[in-house]
């Protein structure tokens, strides 16, 4: 399993309309394939910071959600909303 970590920056004002598209987002995600769970948080005192938190099955199964036309799809709505590209880091247990 593996844990990927999303950070994004919301444009002022326009929190609300980022909230609804990643809860879209998140619906679409739950039919990805080794899809296994996921959070959205908001940074304390910033409320134009996000951090999304997935569970993948493994890294094949990020890949193919990251690069597939429905996750495409659902950052046309999300990606006008940011202020900079997202930053994305992938993480494993430790062994």
């Known amino acids: 399993m593996i844990k990927v970590i999303i950070e994004r920056r919301i444009m002022p004002g326009l929190e609300e309309e980022y909230e609804q598209a990643a ?21 304390l005192g ?6 999304m938190i997935t569970k993948w099955s493994n890294v094949r199964a990020w890949n193919e959600w990251h690069h597939s036309e429905a996750r495409t799809t659902a950052m ?7 202020t900079e590209d997202e930053t994305i880091r992938l993480y494993e247990a430790s062994h």
């Open 46 to 51: 910033h409320t134009d910071r996000r951090l």
């Open 76 to 82: 046309q709505r999300i990606l006008p909303l940011l």
């Open 23 to 43: 809860r879209e987002t998140m619906r679409v995600c739950l039919g990805a394939r080794g899809f296994i769970g996921g959070e959205s948080l908001v940074e």
